[in-house]
T-cell receptor
Framework: EAQVTQNPRYLITVTGKKLTVTCSQN?????MSWYRQDPGLGLRQIYY???????DKGDVPEGYKVSRKEKRNFPLILESPSPNQTSLYFC???????????????FGSGTRLTVV | AQTVTQSQPEMSVQEAETVTLSCTYD???????LFWYKQPPSRQMILVIR??????QNATENRFSVNFQKAAKSFSLKISDSQLGDTAMYFC????????????FGKGTHLIIQP
């Protein structure tokens, strides 16, 4: 089944304890992105990646890191989490538009992160 | 930079009615794509419908259709014969022609279908 897989689904952690949220896609998509969703704010982009070893900041990158060492994986790293990073996080991937009819981003199931 | 505006935070209609969700956007790009995503209580983000800006014909997917007005930068979603399972948050989203820099979302409309 074509999908984007995020882990974990739920995570409660303490301030300052480094964590990684994994994201993997099996559709051979070039593009991948991370978003956070907060009530009243919609979804905001954290980082995005055009391809292996090519990443760039989105609208809210502070406090986050990413890496794209393999095409299928795009982990999100919080080196020193703080309570204001409590949020719902989504990973998504997309083929290059114009290469087929199924353009657009496919989303993972989300990770609910609580930092106390 | 692009912006996407959804002016209706919440809407409520009766089952079987038709409902229209509004979305406007601002961009200086000429080539781009527009989407509507549905987020039910399960929180999964589901792609409902997509539209290429260079296509004048409005996209349709079963009970879902859009009214794309490029000059007015408007992209509304019409849901016909609404069903209880349509209850969800709906997000309008913009993607540049290249697509690599991801999606810009509106803040969403919470649609409630009443029995």
């Amino acid at each position: 089944e074509a999908q984007v897989t995020q882990n974990p689904r739920y995570l409660i952690t303490v301030t300052g304890k480094k964590l990684t949220v994994t994201c993997s896609q099996n559709m051979n998509h070039e593009y991948m992105s991370w978003y956070r969703q907060d009530p009243g704010l919609g979804l905001r982009q954290i980082y995005y990646s055009m391809n292996v070893e090519v990443t760039d900041k989105g609208d809210v990158p502070e406090g986050y890191k990413v890496s794209r060492k393999e095409k299928r994986n795009f982990p999100l790293i919080l080196e020193s989490p703080s309570p204001n990073q409590t949020s719902l996080y989504f990973c998504a991937s997309s083929p290059v538009p114009g290469q087929g009819p199924d353009y657009g981003y496919t989303f993972g199931s989300g990770t609910r992160l609580t930092v106390v | 930079a692009q912006t996407v505006t959804q002016s209706q935070p919440e809407m409520s209609v009766q089952e079987a009615e038709t409902v229209t969700l509004s979305c406007t956007y601002d961009t200086s790009e000429n080539n781009y794509y527009l989407f509507w995503y549905k987020q039910p209580p399960s929180r999964q983000m589901i792609l409902v419908i997509r539209q290429e800006a260079y296509k004048q014909q409005n996209a349709t997917e079963n009970r879902f259709s859009v009214n794309f007005q490029k000059a007015a930068k408007s992209f509304s979603l019409k849901i016909s014969d609404s069903q209880l399972g349509d209850t969800a948050m709906y997000f309008c989203a913009f993607m540049t022609g290249g697509g690599a820099d991801g999606l810009t979302f509106g803040k969403g409309t919470h649609l409630i279908i009443q029995p």
